[in-house]
């Protein structure tokens, strides 16, 4: 007689783990406040169970909470934790070494890394001055998102699990097969290209920042427009993208894991 299967379920208070990170996944557009009706709505919760997470993540100074109009926004924890989490990383190096490759380049620079389906910028021009942001683009129409594609860490989803490709401009990759087909020639040539295929006049060329694994941990990227990045000028600004990646691994990288 078989032996009964156990199935073991999530660990208790998981789903509520799961329902709070979800609440503060709802302030990354950095919008306006954002009411307990506005978070129950964007998380498919009720209202009452929107209110009580907010509320124990205020107790716990992950949101604030407007004592006027009783919205929400981020707080202080979380910004404590983002701190803490970029200077460990390092993230505070990066940024002389992308202005270095911004100056010799004339092009804008940037650093990012996976979050889901997007690349997040986290370090260079395109982080906002005034809330430190950078901006979140989807990976299939970005030379960033190309790159952190081809060489996905463990854990990643595959390219065909990004669901409908959106269209952003006629240049778009919006066919899962023919993003397959791209993220072949980006393995085969080293690099990735975004030719007006997020917004029409930028021309963008990222190159990945590999551990020892050949695991992208983060994609670089210039961007300028197609009069500047040419075909004929590419492998000069290839070359200065690749030296910074170079240093940035050094910097970023712990010596055991980075490529040999």
């Known amino acids: 007689m078989a032996e009964a299967v156990t199935v073991q379920g999530p660990p208790a208070g998981a789903q509520a783990v799961q329902r709070a990170l979800g609440l503060l996944q709802c302030f990354h557009d950095n919008g306006p406040d954002l009411s307990a009706s506005d978070l129950a709505r964007r998380t498919g919760l009720s209202v009452s169970t929107a209110h009580r997470l907010?509320?124990?993540?205020?107790s716990a100074g992950f949101l604030d909470q407007d004592e006027q109009t009783t919205r929400y926004r981020l707080g202080p924890a979380v910004a404590e934790l983002g701190q803490l989490t970029f200077h460990q990383r390092g993230l505070h190096l990066a940024g002389p070494e992308l202005d270095l490759l911004s100056r010799r380049t004339g092009a804008t620079a940037d650093l990012a890394i996976r979050s889901g389906p997007h690349a997040v910028i986290l370090v260079g021009a395109s982080v906002r001055p005034d809330t430190g942001l950078g901006l979140r683009r989807p990976l299939h129409s970005t030379a960033l998102g190309k790159v952190l594609l081809a060489w996905p860490r463990p854990g990643d989803a595959d390219a065909r699990a990004l669901g409908p490709l959106e269209p952003f401009t006629d240049r778009t990759?919006?066919?899962p097969e023919l993003l397959l087909q791209e993220l072949e020639l980006v393995r085969e040539t080293g690099y990735a290209l975004n030719d007006?295929?997020?917004?029409?006049?930028?021309?963008?060329?990222?190159?990945?920042?590999?551990?020892?694994?050949g695991?992208?941990?983060?994609?670089?990227?210039?961007r300028s427009g197609p009069e500047r990045l040419t075909d004929e000028r590419l492998p000069w600004f290839l070359g200065h993208a690749r030296t910074c990646a170079t240093a940035l691994s050094v910097l970023l990288l712990p010596p055991e894991q980075r490529a040999g």
Do not use: K, N
């Not at 907010?54 to 205020?58: E, S």
């Not at 917004?199 to 020892?212: F, W």
């Not at 695991?215 to 210039?222: N, S, T």
């Open 215 to 222: 695991q992208a941990r983060f994609a670089l990227a210039v």
């Open 173 to 175: 990759i919006t066919e």
């Open 54 to 58: 907010a509320r124990t993540l205020v």
């Open 196 to 213: 007006g295929e997020s917004a029409a006049g930028v021309r963008t060329v990222a190159v990945p920042v590999l551990d020892r694994g």
